[in-house]
């Protein structure tokens, strides 16, 4: 049978990828089994999530309007394309902190190449199935990376909320200038409007979960002040619908200097979606998402949002768990929701226009407080050591640096207490020889011994943070003749341990000590191979299948080298 040629199956594979990634009729076919429960979802999601739509829109630097259509257009296009029956995008607090440096450096125009990028690599991730991989990220990460959003979220509100001007790239000095300002000049009207709309949210939140606590405190807000002619700053004319959409001048060096805050908002694009995937999984009796094709109907999002005057979206996990907690079932209360908003742009534009600034911060306020779970942070704080200095880390790297900067940080020093962790568990340990003897493993030891040998078994993962340690009390033996070692319960070996262990024993033989190597599993073959001590052992007649041929073998050349 005659192969087909690469390119073919390039082309092929291709094409596989991208129809596992495809929406499936069997989806849309879902929205016809409850659609008054959906309906009902999408209402009450598309009531909760006004406020914050024009929240986020305006802390990120784009104003209310973004904000607006990043919930419609992004809310539409993921329920159709994504890979959960139950998720909500839109923009999210998240993104508006590593939005808000982007805008102030190159303003909206930069937005709108970052959000391309950004959507045309969840796309490429998707096709390469890498929606499994992002999953990945260790819990004190998450937390730490979590808590940082929340704080710098709050502090991106304190401007709005004193009721001073307040813009830049840099949050904590942007904040500290709006204090001091406000000092020199206090003002009370726009804190007490935004503690009070701040306290309202976070109380019916606990006490009514049902009613759009938001959405209430923000209404009652701007009645309030309207009311009493308080002078106050308000959200301002936004656009009676869509804007058209329109495309960038794009050129390398813009790419260039733009594809490192692409691959950041990227990234957390797909994090944050695929963690919200999950605590809808989590919620529901019976739905699992597809994160390949969730990372796809993200990316597909986030290519066409830009192009109508919106930021960069992902999913949201406070919206997701109201449309789960009100009965949705399938993509259609997503897409009520966009269209709860939509209609919102068409005829209530007015009214919207005239809600304060602080309002919106105290939502955001209120919604950077209920970020932060309390008991969990606390049980990642006390389980470990580790788990605690990543949290903290990752959190501190998150306020102080940037996001992207964090999750890598927090990863990497994860992934290097865990090594240091599981390169402990190696050990060396004197054996009996054989099964018989275990009952009486004393005795056969200093049998051993009295014949001048010493048995061990290596066991656990030999790789190169370890292997030193494991490896040294092979190198301190004395007065002995022969070593038996046993590798059946080696689960891993890396050329850097392999490397160790040839050098070890090379060491020993110097000071002529025999080292016979039993129960090496076939799978370490190759790389003891690259080190030459494979062929060494074996020419010897050193290499041996069970420990007991290994000891009998010993204790002949024990009692040849004594006569």
């Known amino acids: 049978m005659t192969a087909a040629p690469q390119g073919v199956r390039s082309t092929t594979s291709v094409g596989s990828r991208l129809r596992a990634v495809l929406p499936r009729r069997e989806d849309y076919r879902a929205m016809t089994s409850a659609p008054g429960r959906d309906l009902v979802a999408g209402v009450t999601v598309g009531v909760v999530a006004l406020p914050l739509a024009l929240a986020f829109g305006i802390s990120s630097g784009m104003g209310a309007a973004a904000g607006l259509v990043t919930a419609i257009v992004a ?21 508006t902190v590593v939005l808000v440096p982007i805008v102030a450096l190159h303003g909206a125009g930069g937005v709108l190449v970052v959000g391309l990028m950004a959507g045309a690599l969840l796309v490429v991730a998707a096709l390469a199935g890498l929606g499994k991989y992002v999953r990945l990220v260790p819990l004190p990460v998450i937390e730490g990376f979590t808590l940082g959003i929340a704080v710098i979220i709050a502090l991106q509100q304190l401007p709005s909320a004193l009721g001073v001007a307040g813009e830049g790239e840099a949050v904590v000095a942007v904040t500290a200038d709006a204090v001091a300002t406000w000092l020199a000049d206090p003002r009370w009207t726009a804190p007490l409007v935004a503690t009070a709309v701040a306290a309202t949210v976070l109380v019916v939140g606990r006490l009514r979960p049902s009613v759009p606590g938001a959405l209430v405190a923000v209404v009652g807000a701007t009645v309030a002040t309207a009311a009493a002619g308080l002078p106050l700053a308000t959200i301002g004319a936004l656009p009676s619908g869509l804007p058209a959409p329109s495309l960038p001048e794009l050129d390398w060096e813009q790419l260039r200097v733009l594809a490192p805050p692409a691959l950041a908002v990227a990234a957390l694009a797909a994090l944050e979606s695929l963690l919200s995937a999950t605590v809808a999984d989590a919620m529901s009796v019976s739905e699992r998402h597809d994160p390949d094709r969730e990372l796809f109907g993200q990316g597909v999002a986030n290519l ?66 209920r970020m932060v779970e309390g008991s969990s942070l606390r049980a990642l704080w006390r389980s470990s050591r580790s788990d605690a200095a990543v949290l903290t880390i990752t959190f501190c790297a998150t306020v102080l640096l940037d996001l992207a900067t964090a999750v890598v940080l927090g990863i990497l ?22 099964p018989a003897d275990m009952g009486r493993h004393d005795a056969e030891e200093q049998a051993l011994l009295h014949e001048r040998i010493v048995a061990y078994r290596l066991e656990g993962p030999l790789f ?59 799978r370490f073959r190759r790389v003891l191979e690259r080190t030459g001590l494979l062929s060494h052992l074996e020419s010897r007649g050193h290499l041996f299948a069970g420990t007991p041929d290994a000891v009998a073998h010993a204790r002949r050349h024990a009692r040849h080298l004594a006569g």
């Open 75 to 95: 809310g539409a296009l993921a329920a159709l394309f994504g890979g959960s029956n139950l998720q909500v995008s839109g923009p999210t607090g998240a993104m």
């Open 304 to 369: 066409v949002t830009p192009l109508f005057g919106g930021v960069p979206a992902t999913a949201a996990i406070a919206r997701t768990a109201v449309n789960v907690r009100t009965g949705a079932r399938s993509r259609l209360a997503s897409l009520t929701h966009a269209a709860v908003l939509l209609v919102v742009v068409l005829a209530l534009a007015p009214v919207v226009a005239e809600v304060p600034l602080a309002a919106l911060a105290g939502v955001l306020v209120a919604t950077a407080a």
């Open 413 to 434: 020093l994860a992934g290097a207490l865990a090594l240091r962790q599981l390169a402990r568990t190696a050990e060396l340990q004197p054996v009996a020889t054989e």
């Open 464 to 522: 190169f943070l370890g292997a030193h340690d494991a490896l040294l009390e092979l190198t301190a033996a004395s007065d002995i003749r022969v070593v038996v070692l046993r590798m059946s319960r080696v689960t891993t070996l890396d050329s850097t341990a392999a490397a160790l262990l040839a050098d070890t024993i090379r060491s020993l033989e110097g000071r002529g000590i025999d080292v016979l190597v039993s129960g090496l599993p076939g």
